[in-house]
């Protein structure tokens, strides 16, 4: 039986509010081995959450970004039920006092997404979506519509650092898209997806908590998501990954053609 998604939405907004919020603009941070970010705010969200559900949902396993790769992996490989949550999407922008940040939770079965909750706390949005059953923020149903708007017309979420130079330098060079927008909040970039606030998407390596919750909330709104490969996006692994995707579902096809020819050769000005 699924937890209680209302009661779970609860929790997650009240963490935030508590543990978040009141730090913003006012603590330090701290640089991890692989070169991110953490702040206080980051671990102490982690400690109350996984507090939580550890009490009222024992036998659901929990993953964070906080844990180490091993712990993560022997996670995704032996859990049926398994939490995974980001406590601080967008942790360069806190510190940075940019107000785009969020906290992120998914819950898996057997590898697929049941559950999602994204929650700007600044902006006090959530976004949440269970399977079969829609996206919704702040209670009302989230739909990924046609926009009407060409390949060319269409505002892009692009995270530039991680795509390949060729990839890159193309989509400067040869732009297809109207304008061009990005989060620094991967989590929050899906949740703003599903809610068709942006037509097209783009980010070169993600991690599993990064883009657990968004999946659903795209795919319960309606819209569609794909590595660069061609391949669905995996939810059982925590190694990066590419992601193309579109909130116009119109667009998408058109959208993946446009990027499988600009990362493979090098067009002209």
Known sequence: MLPDLAQVTQWVKYVA???????????????????????????????????????TYPHIAFLSEEMSTQEQQELLATSEWLWVLDPLDGTSNFTAGVPLFCTSLALLHRGEVVQAVTYDVLHDEVFTAQLGQGAYLNGKRLYCRTSGLSLKQSVGLIDFKRLSPVLRTNLVNQTPYGSQRNLGTCALEWAWMAAGRGQIYLHGGMKLWDLAAGTLLLKEAGGIAR????????????????????????????WQQVITQYATEMTHV
Do not use: C, M, W, Y
Not at 28 to 34: L, P, R, V
Not at 230 to 248: F, L
């Open 17 to 55: 509010q508590q543990e978040i919020a009141p730090r913003f603009n006012k603590i330090g941070f701290a640089i991890k081995t692989d070169g991110s970010v953490v702040t206080e705010a980051d671990l102490a969200s982690h400690q109350a959450l996984e507090g939580i559900f550890a009490k």
């Open 227 to 254: 590595a660069l490969d061609g391949n669905p996006v995996s939810t059982i692994k925590v190694e990066s990954q590419s992601v193309i995707a579109a909130s116009d579902p119109t667009l998408f096809a058109t």
